[in-house]
């Protein structure tokens, strides 16, 4: 075993902000998940993910306080019912996970899959065919430890929507730095997982291993900063506006199918949401500043024409026109097929990948795997749409879901699980007699997300 470099710049940061600083655990949890594709520790030629190194270090220094924690999740208060029912669906998601990865690649072997270690395009014309294997135990490994930091996220160290924010900004400020100085760029500290090909730097990756990856990360961001444009205080929008430049630069180099697309679902979902929003509020209207904005930024638009068909339209049609996309497209299409086969019940994590996160859910833990989850993304984005605090978290992780589903099948993607988190146990203002209650039950719940949230 060998710690690496920004491995042990984890342990250090952890450890030391447990000791000095608890409430700022989510910022270096946070940071860490702009690395999801650099190892921390590397064992047997297999590295292990800075997030989850994170993850291990927090569980060892809490193991006492987080036994305390996880034996009263059943003992919940009036008005607390919300967090039992995200516990006991993420549990619940890991048990079936758990059951169907051991047994369906027993039950169901010999079925044509595309298998994780070997790529998509590889397999097209000659499909693996499914067995149990290692890889199996190590993917249900990585949901459970993602369930596990929403268990403990809110209890050991308070979390808010700044959680997921801490990683957008050091994905994109890095990113944007990885432009200037390509020269520079630190490729052995940073790309060091082993069995990963990175790719090269034609198209900007940023601190991940493809373009596809950092599309993801840039159509979150653009989710989260424009909620904090539109409702944070003159820092936080000055800060946001600052942010959504970077976004925009990166996105141009990024130059990926997965932005394109998953920028273009984000805007139309912000705008269903706000129109829903109008209507119910019975002032439905039109403010002039939004007006002059819109005039501005269809000016500007129409006056750029060309180089938008061509950077859009342009950029899809010869995404479609590749053969990566066949591949991808055949790769959903066989998945859907195993998802049948399978009578709903899914092979197993670790069994197939293809190239949505949906379609990996679906094929690999079927219908109930699917209803679990789905179930705990809803609960998430209700809550965040619920309380303006934490909104522009739940923006982001829809814009990573999106992301997801349009090109980056990976469940143990840690943006997913901080996504949750901050939506799900992120502080949020409550009622006085909530907290006259809180205070007057004891510190044991000091951590607790009942406790109001303080300005973000």
């Given at each position: 075993?060998s ?57 060892v ?11 009263r ?9 919300e967090r ?9 998601l ?14 169901f ?83 060091n ?30 989710g989260?900063f ?19 430049g970077?976004v ?10 997965t932005?394109?697309?998953?920028l273009?679902i984000?805007?139309?979902?912000a705008?269903?949401v ?27 638009g129409?006056?750029?024409i ?12 010869s ?29 197993g ?18 219908v ?8 705990l ?13 934490i909104?522009?978290g ?26 949750l988190?901050?939506?799900?146990y ?13 205070v ?13 949230a303080?300005?973000?």
């Amino acid at each position: 075993m060998s710690v690496t470099i920004l491995g042990i710049v984890t342990l250090v940061a952890v450890v030391g902000v447990w000791i000095a600083r608890r409430e700022w655990t989510q910022f270096v949890v946070g940071a860490t998940v702009a690395f999801p594709q650099t190892a921390g520790v590397i064992v047997a030629g297999n590295g292990f993910p800075l997030f989850y190194l994170a993850m291990v270090v927090l569980v060892v220094l809490s193991f006492p306080r987080a036994l305390y924690e996880l034996s009263r999740l059943g003992r919940v208060r009036r008005g607390r019912q919300e967090r039992l029912v995200a516990d006991v669906v993420g549990v619940a998601l890991v048990a079936w996970a758990a059951v169907i990865s051991i047994a369906g690649p027993r039950i169901f072997e010999g079925m044509r899959v595309f298998a994780p270690e070997l790529g998509v395009d590889a397999q097209v014309v000659n499909m693996a065919t499914l067995h149990p294997s290692v890889g199996n135990y190590a993917q249900v490994g990585y949901l459970a430890m993602g369930v596990l930091f929403l268990l403990l996220a809110g209890r050991l160290f308070p979390v808010d929507a700044r959680l997921i924010g801490s990683a957008l900004w050091v994905a994109i400020v890095l990113a944007a730095v990885r432009i200037v100085a390509e020269p520079y760029w630190p490729h052995a500290l940073l790309q060091n997982m082993p069995g990963f090909n990175y790719a090269t730097p034609e198209r900007l990756s940023g601190t991940f291993y493809e373009p596809s990856v950092l599309g993801l990360y840039l159509t979150a961001a653009a989710g989260y900063f424009g909620a904090r444009l539109l409702w944070s205080g003159a820092a936080g929008r000055v800060a946001a506006v600052v942010a959504l430049g970077l976004v925009a630069v990166d996105f141009v180099r990024n130059g990926s199918g997965t932005a394109l697309l998953g920028l273009a679902i984000q805007l139309a979902l912000a705008g269903v949401v706000a129109l829903v929003r109008q209507l119910r509020s019975g002032r439905f209207g039109v403010r002039p500043a939004a007006i002059i904005a819109a005039v501005v930024v269809v000016g500007a638009g129409l006056s750029q024409i060309p180089v938008i068909l061509q950077f859009t339209v342009g950029s899809a049609a010869s995404k479609a026109d590749s053969d990566s996309f066949v591949a991808r497209t055949a790769s959903n299409v066989r998945s859907w097929n195993i998802f049948l086969e399978s009578v709903g019940l899914g092979i197993g994590l670790g069994g197939n990948r293809p190239s949505s996160l949906a379609l990996l859910v679906l094929s690999c833990l079927g219908v109930i795997g699917a209803a679990l989850f789905g179930a705990l993304v809803l609960i998430a984005l209700r809550r965040a749409v619920r309380h303006r605090v934490i909104e522009p978290g739940g923006w982001a992780l829809a814009g990573v879901l999106i992301a997801a589903v349009v090109a980056v099948p990976d469940l143990s993607t840690p943006a997913i699980w901080i996504g949750l988190a901050a939506c799900l146990y992120g502080l949020v203002p409550v009622a006085r007699e909530e907290l006259r209650q809180t205070v007057v039950d004891g510190p044991g719940e000091a951590l607790n997300p009942s406790l109001p949230a303080r300005s973000a």
